[in-house]
């Protein structure tokens, strides 16, 4: 049972144009979502996260907007770079402190040069 | 700044040997997860501690424990190895109630 679903495993974006990751979730629990970006060989490192009080938070040239009633979330990179090439996980958890997170499939990105 | 930090990196074993995984979280962090990345798949939780304490338990095997040590240092003990449990194992830390979770480099494992 997938809670946490990104139904694109791979996108292709040109380098200095938007790139949108999407993420959708199950459980109506969940109350805190965060986006993870993995290299190989590495661990997942933390980008950005937002609350469920929330609909949007933004860090440099990423952006998650939330949206609650249709449980999906979206990761907006503006403008991409190269460097933003890796793996983008989706993650959620739900309840307070020492929660355990839920990863999506992940979504490979790759930015064009 | 310190990050989490696991070793080995890479560990080969047989089937039926034992292993032991270490991680080190960052510094003043007091809560550490464990999780399983099988190839091609999500990385899966198995489970964490708080203040040296079991904070929440995920899909670890009977065959696998863990423990927080007094200076939050985990070790993940992993006996009667399989074949599937070759993975790439990650260690995260967290401060308290905080939410973002700070993962380490992970450690790969082989069992042939």
């Known amino acids: 049972d997938q809670q946490v679903k990104q139904n694109s495993p791979s996108l292709s974006v040109q380098e200095g144009r938007i790139s949108i990751l999407n993420c959708d979730y199950t459980?109506?629990?969940?109350?805190?979502f965060l986006w993870y970006k993995k290299y190989p060989a590495e661990g997942p490192t933390f980008l950005i996260s937002i609350s469920s009080i929330k609909d949007k938070n933004e860090d440099g040239r990423f952006t998650v907007f939330l949206n609650k009633s249709a449980k999906h979330l979206s990761l907006h990179i503006v403008p991409s770079q190269p460097g933003d090439s890796a793996v983008y996980f989706c993650?959620?958890?739900?309840?307070?402190?020492?929660?355990?997170?839920?990863f999506g499939t992940g979504t490979k990105l790759q930015v064009i040069p | 700044a310190a990050g989490v930090i696991q070793s080995p990196r890479h560990l080969i074993k047989e089937k039926r040997e034992t292993a032991t995984l270490k991680c080190y979280p960052i510094?003043?962090?007091?809560?550490v997860y464990w999780y399983q990345q099988g190839p091609g798949q999500d990385p899966q939780f198995l489970i964490s501690?708080?203040?040296?304490?079991?904070?929440d338990k995920g899909s670890i095997p009977d065959r696998f424990s863990a423990q927080q040590f007094s200076d939050y240092h985990s070790e993940l003990n992993m006996s009667s190895l399989e074949l599937g449990d070759s993975a790439l194992y990650f260690c995260?830390?967290?401060?308290?109630?905080?939410?973002?979770?700070?993962f380490g480099p992970g450690t790969r494992l082989t069992v042939t």
């Open positions: 510094p003043r962090h007091d809560t």
């Open positions: 459980n109506s629990m969940f109350d805190y």
């Open positions: 993650a959620a958890s739900e309840g307070g402190g020492y929660q355990k997170v839920t």
């Open positions: 995260a830390s967290s401060l308290g109630r905080g939410r973002e979770q700070y």
């Open positions: 501690f708080y203040e040296k304490m079991q904070s």
